[in-house]
């Protein structure tokens, strides 16, 4: 099946760092989401690209959709605390069916 | 709050038993979505309703069951239940079928014992 690779697996940062995660396929992928999931909670839409190249940001993060259409990468600049989490990458395949496939997410961790 | 909700947040049972999770999407969105999260698998895509049909079906085991009622909330029936079913199950929600925006409730944690 479609799978995802997701890097790193874990960071563990000092608050105030810029933190960087990637996600790559072996597929082409129309659309490239990222979560976070906070403990407990359900994943949150952090990001969302819909063209390949296309370079958005929601506050300090930035998020990439590479230009073969087979990775996207994630950057949160000076992390604060509540940026704790697993954060995951997701495709929707170009099937057309709409279940999402997600990566295996990077548990980010932050020493204050 | 992602307007999806979710009931119950924690539900402990034995093997061999079923139970039933139940979901109730955003205001307006017509799929819903039905995930598994355990640790050693993460989030996998069960199946997805819209209006009422199924339309859309992953790696959805026999024993479980979906269905989506005319007020659009959705129960995910999981029988017969075996110590590996313990995971966290989560619903999300979009606005229509071909939506890859998908808005996630905070999830049932099961327990089976």
């Known amino acids: 099946g479609q799978q995802l690779n997701q890097s790193p697996q874990s960071m563990f940062i000092q608050e105030g760092e810029d933190v960087s995660m990637n996600c790559t396929s072996s597929?082409?992928?129309?659309?490239w989401l990222w979560y976070k999931q906070d403990p407990g909670e359900g994943p949150v839409l952090l990001i969302a690209?819909?063209?390949?190249?296309e370079l958005t940001s929601n506050g300090r993060l930035t998020a990439q959709f590479g230009i073969t259409r087979k990775d996207s990468f994630l950057n949160i600049s000076a992390s604060i605390p509540s940026d704790v989490g697993i954060y995951f990458c997701?495709?929707?395949?170009?099937?057309?069916?709409?279940?999402?496939?997600f990566g295996q997410g990077t548990r980010l961790t932050i020493n204050p | 709050d992602s307007g999806v909700t979710q009931t119950p947040k924690h539900l402990i049972t034995a093997t061999g038993q079923r139970v039933t999770l139940r979901c109730s999407p955003r205001?307006?969105?017509?799929?819903v979505y039905w995930y598994q999260q355990s640790l050693d698998q993460g989030l996998q895509f069960l199946i997805q309703?819209?209006?009422?049909?199924?339309?859309a079906k992953g790696n959805i085991l026999e024993r479980f069951s979906a269905q989506q009622f005319p007020d659009l909330h959705s129960e995910l029936n999981l029988s017969s239940l075996e110590l590996g079913d313990s995971a966290l199950y989560f619903c999300?929600?979009?606005?229509?079928?071909?939506?890859?925006?998908?808005?996630f409730g905070p999830g049932t944690r099961l327990l089976v014992l």
């Open positions: 999300a929600s979009s606005v229509g079928t071909t939506e890859e925006t998908q808005y």
């Open positions: 597929s082409i992928f129309n659309t």
């Open positions: 690209l819909y063209k390949a190249g």
């Open positions: 997701a495709v929707a395949p170009l099937s057309g069916a709409q279940k999402l496939v």
């Open positions: 205001s307006g969105d017509l799929s």
């Open positions: 309703y819209y209006n009422g049909e199924e339309r």
